[in-house]
């Protein structure tokens, strides 16, 4: 299991904000997606999963496609957008639903979805990227957003991208599902904001889903020992609500103690020692 890249800064409040995710995952994230520290900062106009000699004329075919209105959200919340079908058929799902529609009758009820999650894949399939984008010249941050603070407190903006990444899930973009996980990794958060992280993740994601589960248990299983204390309350409603995250977080736990405990035996001259189990004594 790779070590746990640690990186805890206290400010006036004593409180630790710290860096989501794993150095090996992040790293993981880049070498899955070498391209993407580029995407969104020179030509606009080529679509995400465009790739031709000349993408201004792939785009204009894209634009001259069918309107298609995407109804986002339920009752008050409920959105309507419209993108260009062939700008949507990139998508496995979309492809699959729209070719049961006729083109004067395109529309996709989306009631499930988060809006600001599907305005980001919209961006994404038009730029190939979306905002914030992450910043060439800083490869761990993220061009400013003035409408948040620099320290996610909530956990909001570890959301933003966490919606990103589950709905490209459901879309079939495993490009976009990259992009997103890599940006969760330059966010500063706080222990309550990186369980209302957590929470999302267990709540939606599959349980086989490693890219972003395993590093959430990772990241709570190093830093337990400082960060429950500062999300106490919110930290044991997590372990209830979610037993496999407190599972999850047990077990690596146990794991490094154990690889410790392996590592001295082999320091001891001798090697380990047999332990005998107590037993009670017997008066006859």
């Not at 070498?31 to 080529?46: K, L, Q, R, S, Y």
């Not at 031709?52 to 957008?81: C, H, M, R």
């Not at 709570?220 to 995250?245: G, I, N």
Request: hydrophobic share 35%; charged share 30%; glycine share 8%.
């Amino acid at each position: 299991m790779a070590d746990t890249e640690e990186n805890v800064q206290f400010g006036d409040s004593g409180e630790a904000d710290v860096e989501m995710g794993t150095a090996e995952d992040a790293q993981e994230a880049e070498d899955d997606n070498p391209e993407a520290e580029g995407e969104g900062a020179g030509d606009e106009t080529e679509v995400a999963n465009g790739s031709a000699s000349n993408p201004q004329t792939i785009f204009l075919e894209y634009l001259k496609s069918p309107i298609v209105q995407l109804i986002v959200g339920s009752n008050d919340e409920e959105t309507t957008l419209t993108a260009h079908k062939a700008i949507l058929e990139q998508s496995p799902w979309f492809a699959e639903r729209l070719s049961d529609l006729s083109d004067d009758a395109l529309t996709i009820e989306l009631s499930d979805d988060s809006l600001d999650a599907v305005g980001c894949f919209l961006q994404y399939q038009y730029t190939g990227e979306y905002f914030p984008r992450r910043l060439a010249n800083a490869p761990d941050g993220l061009e400013p957003d003035p409408s948040v603070p620099s320290i996610d407190n909530t956990g909001a903006q570890l959301l933003k991208h966490a919606r990103v990444y589950t709905l490209a899930q459901k879309l079939g973009l495993p490009e976009l599902k990259t992009l997103a996980h890599s940006k969760i990794h330059r966010i500063n958060s706080t222990a309550v904001g990186e369980i209302a992280y957590a929470r999302f993740v267990y709540g939606n994601t599959p349980g086989d889903d490693v890219t972003i589960r395993k590093p959430v248990a990772a990241f709570w299983a190093t830093r337990s020992h400082v960060l429950r204390h500062e999300a106490e309350d919110e930290f044991k409603s997590m372990c209830l609500e979610y037993p496999q995250f407190g599972f999850d977080v047990l077990s690596l736990v146990l794991d490094q103690r154990e690889k410790r405990a392996r590592e001295r035996e082999q320091d001891t001259p001798g090697g380990g020692k047999g332990r005998k189990r107590m037993r009670p004594s017997i008066n006859i």
